[in-house]
Every structure is written in structure tokens, then in C-alpha cells.
């Protein structure tokens, strides 16, 4: 019963302090993150092995906020993930962007932790049994897209673990797209598929909250300070 107590004034306070720091942007931003929170998904997320080149890597980011993909997993062994802000334009600020980084190799790690959570492993790459992008069922659960880098692809690791196999159909001499352009075309297809569908996609109510929540805190200057103060005039009741 406490616990029950706990939880509830916790996620009224969370509901109050979104409208306190709501009263510190305009009103049309508030609205523009009520508009776009409803088409937020982790249905479908990306998990990218290794990338290295800084362009590339932040216009994926750029394709996965402009498709409403809230989560993307970095997967760092050799190579950091690198950001460029001119590529990128801000999207990094309202993804969720997950990193493993603490092994000598962490791609088994991170896809046994993201399985856990209920996706399947869909590797982007040439595979005898691979499916072609249009005939991907989108119905059969969460889907994790996984992508490797240009030169090697993915590792061996990462293809043994892999439950579905991907590609999307090209009719010229080049054997592939780069990985910018290929995220982009599969989840404009997939993204398509969801919205047209009758899956829940959707983020959940509490989901909507902490990310609005995040999208303010963000967006606001000195957020944690008013935050602070607010907790301090509501006799310091747990938000979080």
C-alpha cells in the first residue's frame, strides 16, 4: 500500500513540475513536444556496431529522430561514437542514446541485454536467408535493427545473434548503400508499416511524461536549479 502511495504522488509531482517548467519555453514549443511525443516509438530501435565516421553516425541520428525512434544503442569496441553538430542538428538532444563501452568487446553484452527486453535482432547485412525490406513483417514483435560499418560490417559476434536478416532490393552495380542512407530508406518503410497498422507503438503515459520531462529539462537554462527550488517549496518530495 505505501508502495502503491509512493508511486502515485510520485508521478503527480512528475505531472506538476512539467507544467511548472512548462511556464519557461513558449507556448508553441510546449505544444510542437505534445505534437511529436505521440509519435515517439521503441517498437522499432537501432543498434549500431562500431561506427566510426563521424558523418555517417550523427545522420543516423538525424533519420531516427526525424522517424520517431527514441532509442538508439551504440555499441563502441574499437571505435568511439562520434557526433558532428553540423550533421547532426540537435537530434542527439531528444534521443535516448544508449552506449556500451566497458568490455574489451562489447557487442554480446549489449544484444543479450536489448533481447532481454523483448527484440528481436534483425541484421542489416547480405545473408542467404535474408528478407527483403518490403516483405519485413513488422507484426511478429519489437524489431532491433543492426547495422555494422561500411568497410567490415558486422562482426561475427553480431550476425551469430542475429534472429532475422534484412536487406533492401537495389538494381545497380554497387553492392550497397552507405549506413545513413540505408537506416534512412528502411525505417521510412518500416515506420510506414507501424503507423498503418493495428500494433501498439506508442509510447506509454509514464514514458510521455519522463520524456517530456527530459525534452524541458533540456531546453530550459538552468533547469536543475529550478528544479531544485521547486522540490524545496513542495517539501522535498521525491520526483524521480
Not at 47 to 52: A, R
Not at 204 to 232: A, H, P, V
Request: proline share 2%.
Amino acid at each position: 500500500m505505501h508502495s502503491l502511495f509512493y508511486f502515485t504522488i510520485s508521478d503527480f509531482m512528475n505531472n506538476e513540475l512539467i507544467k511548472y517548467l512548462a511556464g519557461f519555453i513558449t507556448n508553441n514549443r510546449f505544444e510542437r513536444f505534445n505534437e511529436v511525443i505521440e509519435y515517439r516509438t521503441r517498437y522499432i530501435t537501432i543498434i549500431l556496431e562500431d561506427i566510426y565516421q563521424p558523418h555517417n553516425a550523427s545522420a543516423v541520428l538525424r533519420s531516427c529522430e526525424c522517424f520517431g525512434v527514441q532509442d538508439v544503442h551504440i555499441i563502441e569496441n574499437n571505435n568511439k561514437y562520434s557526433v558532428n553538430p553540423d550533421v547532426a542538428l540537435g537530434s542527439n538532444k531528444w534521443l535516448d542514446i544508449i552506449k556500451y563501452n566497458t568490455l574489451k568487446n562489447n557487442t554480446v553484452s549489449a544484444i543479450k541485454q536489448i533481447k532481454k527486453k523483448g527484440y528481436r535482432i534483425v541484421a542489416t547485412t547480405p545473408q542467404i536467408n535474408k528478407v527483403n525490406l518490403d516483405n519485413f513483417d513488422i507484426k511478429k514483435g519489437k524489431v532491433a535493427l543492426l547495422f555494422g560499418t561500411e568497410l567490415n560490417g558486422l562482426s561475427d559476434e553480431a550476425l551469430n545473434l542475429a534472429d532475422e536478416f534484412l536487406n533492401i532490393p537495389m538494381f545497380g552495380f554497387t553492392e550497397s548503400f552507405n549506413i545513413s542512407v540505408t537506416v534512412a530508406i528502411i525505417l521510412k518503410t518500416l515506420i510506414y508499416k507501424l503507423h498503418h497498422s493495428n500494433i501498439i507503438w506508442k509510447l506509454s503515459k509514464k514514458e510521455r511524461e519522463d520524456l517530456k520531462l527530459k525534452w524541458l529539462k533540456n531546453s530550459i537554462k538552468n533547469s536543475d536549479f529550478l528544479i531544485k527550488n521547486y522540490k524545496k517549496k513542495n517539501n522535498n518530495i521525491s520526483i524521480f
